[in-house]
C-alpha cells in the first residue's frame, strides 16, 4: 500500500487525462475536420476518469460529515467543492464570452441588444446551470457541462452515501452505473450525448455512473487496506506494467472511429487503470515527485476550462491555415492562456485574501 498519505499519480493521470480531451477537441478545429483528420474519436470518455476520481475522493471526503445532519453536511461539502474550481471557472467563462463577442463583432452577425441580451441570459451559466434544463441562451464554454453536472449530481449522491453508506459503497455504487450505461446504450448507443429523454439528462445520468465508480473503487480499497496486503516487487512491478497495458489499450481504444460502443469499453478500462492507481499496490505513487505532479493536476483544470474557446478564436482568425499549423497554434495558445489564467486567479485570490477582511468589515456589523 502507498506510504504517502496523497497519491501524486492521481494528479499525473489528471494532466495526462485533459490533455486526451484537449486533443478530442480539435474536433472543433476547421481547418483539421475539413481536412478529414480526426484524433482521438473516443477521447470523450476522458471526461469518465475525472467523475471516477471526483466519486473517490467524495468518499473519503463524507468520514469528516455528521451523518446526522444530511442537509447542512451536504450543503457544505457542496460549497467547499464549488469554491475549490469556481475561479478558475469564471475566468474561463469571462475569456469564452469575450472570445464569442468578438467573434460575432468581426462577422458582423450581432447588434448591441443581441450583446445585451446575451450577456443577461448568460446568468444559467454563470450559476453552473445549464447541464440541469435551465437553458437561456447561448453556453459561452462547453466544456463547464462537466463541473454543472458533477455538482448536480453530488447533490443527489452525497446524502444517500452518507445516510446508507454501507449499502451504497458495496451495492448501489455497482448497480446503479450498470443501469444508467444500459439506458443510455439502448436510448442513444453513446455516451456522447447530453440531451434529454423525458425527465432524464444524460449529462448528469453520466456524471452520477461516474461518481457511483469511484464510490466503489473506495470500498473495494478500503477492504484491501483492512486485510494488509503487501505485494512482491516483481509483482508490483508486473502490476505497474498492467497499468500502463491498460493506459496504451485506452488510447488505441480512443483511436477506432465508428459508432460501435467502444466508449463503454473505455469506461471499463478506465475504470481499472483508476482502481490500479488509487489503490496503491504499485507503489509507483512513492517515487513520483509530488511538487511537479501537484502542479500538473492543478493545471489539468484550468487547461480544460480553457481551451475550447482557443478553438473557435482560432477558427475565426485564422481558419485557412494548414491542419498542422492549426493543431500546433491550438496546443500552443491553449498551453498559454491556462498559464495565464492559473497566474492570474492566483494573484486575484492572493489579493482578495488581503482585502477581504476590509470589505467584510465595510458590509458586515461585528
Not at 73 to 86: H, Q, V
Not at 105 to 127: A, M, R, T
Not at 180 to 200: D, F, H, P, R, V
Request: glycine share 8%; aromatic share 14%.
Amino acid at each position: 500500500m502507498s506510504k504517502r498519505k496523497i497519491n501524486p499519480e492521481i494528479d499525473l493521470l489528471k494532466f495526462i487525462f485533459s490533455i486526451i480531451i484537449v486533443l478530442y477537441h480539435t474536433k472543433n478545429l476547421t481547418a483539421i475536420s475539413t481536412a478529414g483528420i480526426t484524433i482521438l474519436p473516443y477521447g470523450f470518455t476522458g471526461v469518465e476518469f475525472f467523475f471516477i476520481i471526483s466519486g473517490f475522493l467524495m468518499v473519503k471526503s463524507s468520514r469528516k460529515f455528521d451523518v446526522t445532519r444530511l442537509g447542512k453536511s451536504t450543503a457544505d461539502f457542496l460549497i467547499n467543492k464549488i469554491k475549490s474550481f469556481y475561479p478558475y471557472f469564471v475566468f474561463s467563462f469571462i475569456a469564452a464570452f469575450i472570445v464569442r463577442q468578438f467573434s460575432f463583432f468581426i462577422e458582423k452577425d450581432q447588434s448591441i441588444i443581441d450583446f445585451l441580451k446575451g450577456s443577461v441570459l448568460s446568468i444559467n451559466e454563470v450559476l453552473l446551470l445549464h447541464n440541469t434544463g435551465v437553458d437561456f441562451g447561448t453556453i459561452y464554454n462547453g466544456p463547464t457541462w462537466y463541473l454543472s453536472a458533477m455538482i448536480v449530481a453530488m447533490a443527489i449522491i452525497f446524502p444517500v452515501l452518507l445516510k446508507h453508506k454501507d449499502w451504497f459503497v458495496n451495492i448501489g455504487s455497482l448497480v446503479i452505473p450498470v443501469i444508467i450505461y444500459a439506458i443510455s446504450s439502448q436510448e442513444k448507443g453513446t455516451l456522447n450525448s447530453l440531451g434529454w429523454s423525458g425527465y432524464l439528462n444524460y449529462g448528469i445520468m453520466r456524471a452520477i455512473a461516474g461518481l457511483c465508480l469511484g464510490c466503489f473503487i473506495g470500498a473495494m480499497i478500503d477492504r484491501l487496506q483492512a486485510s494488509n496486503i503487501t505485494l512482491t516487487k516483481p509483482f508490483k512491478a508486473l502490476l505497474w506494467l498492467g497499468e500502463l497495458g491498460l493506459i496504451g489499450l485506452l488510447l488505441v481504444i480512443m483511436q477506432f472511429e465508428g459508432k460501435n460502443r467502444f466508449d463503454y469499453i473505455a469506461v471499463i478500462v478506465t475504470f481499472f487503470i483508476c482502481f490500479i492507481m488509487l489503490s496503491g499496490l504499485t507503489g509507483v505513487q512513492n517515487i513520483l515527485p509530488m511538487k511537479i505532479c501537484s502542479l500538473l493536476g492543478r493545471f489539468s483544470l484550468v487547461l480544460y476550462l480553457n481551451h475550447r474557446y482557443v478553438a473557435f478564436l482560432i477558427n475565426t482568425v485564422a481558419p485557412e491555415l494548414s491542419p498542422e499549423k492549426t493543431l500546433l497554434i491550438y496546443l500552443v495558445v491553449s498551453i498559454l492562456v491556462a498559464v495565464a489564467a492559473e497566474i492570474i486567479v492566483t494573484v486575484v485570490k492572493a489579493i482578495w485574501g488581503k482585502i477581504s477582511p476590509s470589505v467584510k468589515g465595510l458590509v458586515f456589523r461585528k
